[in-house]
């Protein structure tokens, strides 16, 4: 069955880095978009970039553009996020999903990342 | 970027009642709409797509409806697995937005 697996996460302090991952499994993973999605503590979901399939589209949320970089490995059906410059208001449990036209149907469990000093 | 405004942000009922919750985005979506439940300390699981789409899986008693700006969520019987946030999100253009969500809790 589909399977996604985030880690990385961790205690990082303001202006540290940080780099998650997503190992999938259980589906054609080149098939699929990829996003991650975060959500801060006690707080809604919150999109924060998307991947396609052949990496010629990219995108973030305006909160991220700039500090964090998105990357996939099809041959090794993993996703990445690389997050520099971390400020406080980044600490939330980070995801990733597939992702097409009509939503993300499939998460992973979340990954925590907490920005403090 | 699209904003979506659910409503309530919670509600209290019991085992058996039907449940309807809102969703407004603001400006026409089309059908671009999908709904999420997530418990406690899990992911978020998709229920609904295309804002009538049953995701494969997913009891029939979770239903929506609507097209353009306003969408609802019906649960028809409420169970005691559906005790639950649920949250909204348009994947009409980029950025996809996600709604504030609604915790439904036991009355």
């Known amino acids: 069955q589909v399977q996604l697996v985030e880690s990385g996460g961790g205690l990082v302090k303001p202006g540290g880095s940080l780099r998650l991952s997503c190992a999938a499994s259980?589906?054609?993973?080149?098939?699929?978009?990829m996003s991650w999605i975060r959500q801060a503590p006690g707080k809604g979901l919150e999109w924060v970039s998307y991947?396609?399939?052949?990496?010629?589209?990219?995108y973030y949320a305006d909160s991220v553009r700039g500090r964090f970089t998105i990357s996939r490995d099809n041959a090794k059906n993993s996703l990445s996020l690389q997050m520099y410059s971390l400020r406080a208001e980044d600490t939330a449990v980070y995801y990733c999903?597939?992702?097409?036209?009509?939503?993300?149907?499939?998460w992973g469990q979340g990954t925590l990342v907490s920005v403090s000093s | 970027d699209i904003q979506m405004t659910q409503s309530p942000s919670s509600l209290s009922a019991s085992v058996g009642d039907r449940v309807t919750i809102t969703c407004r985005a603001s400006?026409?979506?089309?059908?671009?709409l999908n709904w999420y439940q997530q418990k406690p300390g899990k992911a978020p699981k998709l229920l609904i797509y295309?804002?009538?789409s049953l995701q494969s899986g997913v009891p029939s008693r979770f239903s929506g409806s609507g097209s353009g700006t306003d969408f609802t969520l019906t649960i028809s019987s409420l169970q005691p697995e559906d005790f639950a946030t649920y949250c909204c999100q348009q994947s009409y253009s980029t950025p996809p937005t996600f709604g504030g969500g609604t915790k439904v809790e036991i009355k």
């Open positions: 400006q026409s979506i089309s059908n671009y």
């Open positions: 295309a804002a009538s």
């Open positions: 999903a597939t992702t097409n036209n009509w939503g993300f149907d499939y």
């Open positions: 259980g589906f054609t993973f080149s098939d699929y978009y």
């Open positions: 991947i396609s399939t052949s990496y010629s589209t990219i």
